[in-house]
């Protein structure tokens, strides 16, 4: 970092978090008590505080790694300042602490931006600040800073990982996604994301070697044919084949097949993935969370995707392929028919944004769901069209990644796309630099009338004295 970008980002960061601070100020003064999956998450820290640590909640559906750092966090800080009594584990201290992973994922964006894009001279230092600072803000991950969940720590310890994979230190970034598990479980497909990106760089050199004996140049020259699939799935089964290559392989990812083999110990053990709360949150082939998930990045990375030359290279696609398009309407259109689930907290939780969506959108009439696949389409074209400078294998890797993480969720949930998008967002070129403050000054916007609408249009139920908001 030099010299007028390392200012630059000291600037930006600085001025993020006294920003959040102020922020955070005024969420505390309005919601003062625990708040929504907060009632679950205050009680636990506490009692971890209080050196209770047998004690457990039987709703909370997670590992204990935010309670146990929560832990190791505040009390050598209450020690060194001399803090007692209530407010040692109080609401607004543990809040803060995800205040805290906010500034580190920050940082963590702006490093893995510099190392995924350092080939790319073009990219200025002031675009890399104003990149990191715009995911810094992405509206679902930023909003719950704010409050006591598992998402800040969560995506810290997962990005922490990711880089330290980057920079091929991979038994640090296996042990930084052991963190990552204990804050989320399905963070154990980012571990098998990192064991990836290895693999995935020893079969585009493989893959390059093959394309020299055949006189070939380029490895994305073809991309998309059938045949240059074909090709391609014949050259991974005889690469997999070769006991040479599989040794290679493991030497290079073993702490990550360690990680891994113990997540399956876990869920042995456990009798399955999640550890509490078990009938609401039962796993099932729900493929349409593929195309919610397409039409969320569509939405908040728009600058990108919907563009006018992006639809007419889309329509181009559309009149060049038209067997294949048919195809993949019909079999989306089956997914959607047998594979739409409904979870109950989707229809009954109106302080959810997902509750009006779906409300507003999917509930209008029956064909709604089905008429919605030719944006589907278009998002996912757009989506794989902005990856298309990553390897094929690269490519593979992460949509494997992506279908395991979101699809077996029943519930349809913004936070279960958080690190999904990052990592997307973290992939695909720069934008230009109109088209990245377009950005950021939507996500100040979403961010503006989120908060607005959770400190101010408050309601109630009819059922509870409690005050009720919107959120995430």
């Known amino acids: 970092m030099e010299g007028a970008e390392a200012y630059g980002f000291s600037g930006a960061i600085s001025g993020a978090f006294l920003l959040s601070c102020l922020l955070f100020?005024?969420?505390?003064?309005?919601?003062?008590?625990?708040?929504?999956?907060?009632?679950?998450?205050?009680?636990?820290?506490?009692?971890?505080?209080?050196?209770r640590f047998l004690q457990w909640d039987p709703m909370i559906t997670t590992l204990p790694g935010l309670y146990l750092l929560s832990v190791g966090m505040v009390k050598p800080a209450a020690w060194l300042l001399g803090w007692t009594g209530s407010v040692v584990c109080s609401v607004g201290m543990l809040r803060f602490i995800n205040l805290l992973f906010s500034a580190g994922n920050f940082y963590l964006l702006y490093?893995?931006?510099?190392?995924?894009?350092?080939?790319?001279?073009?990219?200025?230092?002031?675009?890399r600040i104003l990149s990191?600072?715009?995911?810094?803000?992405?509206?679902?991950?930023?909003?719950?800073?704010?409050?006591?969940?598992?998402?800040?720590?969560?995506?810290?310890?997962?990005?922490?990982?990711?880089?330290?994979?980057?920079?091929?230190?991979?038994?640090?970034?296996?042990?930084?996604?052991?963190?990552?598990?204990?804050?989320?479980?399905?963070?154990?497909?980012?571990?098998?994301?990192?064991?990836?990106?290895?693999?995935?760089?020893?079969?585009?050199?493989?893959?390059?070697?093959?394309?020299?004996?055949?006189?070939?140049?380029?490895i994305s020259s073809r991309k998309g044919s059938f045949s240059d699939l074909t090709r391609?799935?014949?050259?991974?089964?005889?690469?997999?084949?070769?006991?040479?290559?599989?040794?290679?392989?493991?030497?290079l990812t073993w702490p990550y097949i360690i990680l891994v083999s113990l997540f399956f110990v876990f869920v042995f053990i456990n009798g399955g993935i999640v550890v509490g709360d078990r009938s609401s949150h039962e796993a099932c082939l729900h493929f349409p969370q593929l195309f919610y998930f397409l039409s969320f990045t569509g939405f908040f990375s728009f600058?990108?995707?919907?563009?006018?030359?992006?639809?007419?290279?889309?329509?181009?696609?559309?009149?060049k392929h038209p067997v294949q398009y048919s195809l993949i309407t019909v079999i989306s259109l089956f997914l959607i028919w047998k594979f739409t689930y409904v979870h109950k907290y989707l229809l009954a939780d109106n302080r959810h944004y997902t509750f009006y969506v779906w409300r507003k959108v999917f509930q209008r009439h029956e064909l709604v769901k089905y008429l919605l696949v030719p944006f589907y389409i278009f998002a996912g074209w757009s989506f794989a069209d902005t990856l298309?400078?990553?390897?094929?294998?690269?490519?593979?890797?992460?949509?494997?990644?992506?279908?395991?993480?979101?699809?077996?969720?029943?519930?349809?949930?913004?936070?279960y796309f958080i690190l999904p998008f990052l990592i997307y967002r973290l992939n695909i070129p720069f934008l230009s630099l109109y088209r990245q403050l377009l950005e950021l000054t939507f996500y100040i916007l979403v961010n503006a009338v989120t908060f607005y609408l959770f400190l101010n249009r408050t309601f109630q139920w009819e059922n509870s004295d409690e005050v009720q908001r919107f959120m995430w």
């Open 25 to 51: 100020a005024a969420v505390s003064r309005r919601q003062r008590g625990p708040y929504m999956d907060e009632v679950f998450h205050v009680p636990q820290a506490q009692a971890y505080c209080d050196g």
């Open 111 to 127: 490093l893995l931006l510099f190392k995924i894009h350092q080939k790319n001279k073009a990219v200025s230092g002031f675009q």
């Open 132 to 218: 990191a600072l715009t995911l810094a803000m992405f509206p679902t991950l930023y909003f719950f800073t704010f409050l006591y969940y598992t998402d800040p720590g969560s995506v810290f310890f997962t990005l922490f990982s990711y880089l330290m994979c980057l920079y091929g230190n991979h038994k640090t970034s296996a042990l930084l996604g052991f963190c990552g598990f204990m804050f989320r479980q399905t963070n154990i497909v980012w571990t098998v994301f990192c064991a990836g990106n290895v693999v995935a760089e020893k079969l585009n050199e493989a893959w390059k070697i093959e394309l020299q004996k055949k006189k070939e140049e380029k």
């Open 232 to 251: 391609i799935l014949q050259f991974l089964v005889e690469y997999f084949l070769s006991p040479k290559n599989l040794v290679t392989l493991t030497a």
């Open 303 to 319: 600058p990108q995707l919907l563009t006018p030359a992006k639809i007419r290279k889309f329509l181009l696609s559309l009149r």
């Open 388 to 415: 298309k400078s990553k390897s094929i294998f690269w490519i593979l890797m992460y949509f494997v990644c992506l279908l395991a993480v979101t699809v077996p969720q029943k519930l349809l949930e913004f936070r």
